[in-house]
Nanobody, 132 residues
Framework: QGRLVESGGGLVQAGNSLTLSCKVSDRSFSSHPMGWFRQGPGKEREFVAAISPSGLREIYSDSVKGRFTISRENIKNLLYLQMNNLNLEDKAVYFC?????????????????????????WGQGTQVTVSS
């Protein structure tokens, strides 16, 4: 997979929303499971959300379930993370990541990855800061 570039980070007040984008320069974007991870100050990188190549299956960490939504536009090679009702614990650098290309119909429809070790391609990250 090619280059991954995140955008959309910034400073936001608690309770407000922010949408992150990730542009992927790869013609086979639509065959890759994609995910979002984050790393807060002094913390290890943690899983946030993932989506299957088709976009039909999404998975979320318990800490963001119900507040964040992952989505993708395969025709535009774009991955999104809509973040609502942000709180102070959401402050982190957010990374988009791509897993290896898949081929079977079942995998394309349903494969969403949670483990960082299943991802081969990473962006540089975008900072999200939440103020009280």
């Amino acid at each position: 997979q090619g280059r991954l570039v995140e955008s959309g980070g910034g400073l936001v007040q608690a309770g407000n929303s922010l949408t992150l984008s990730c542009k992927v320069s790869d013609r086979s974007f639509s065959s890759h499971p994609m995910g979002w991870f984050r790393q807060g100050p002094g913390k290890e990188r943690e899983f946030v959300a993932a989506i299957s190549p088709s976009g039909l299956r999404e998975i979320y960490s318990d800490s963001v379930k119900g507040r964040f939504t992952i989505s993708r536009e395969n025709i535009k090679n774009l991955l999104y993370l809509q973040m609502n009702n942000l709180n102070l614990e959401d402050k982190a650098v957010y990374f988009c990541a791509g897993s290896r290309s898949l081929a079977t119909i079942t995998e394309l429809l349903n494969a969403a990855r949670e483990a960082p070790s299943e991802y081969e391609y990473w962006g540089q990250g975008t900072q999200v800061t939440v103020s009280s």
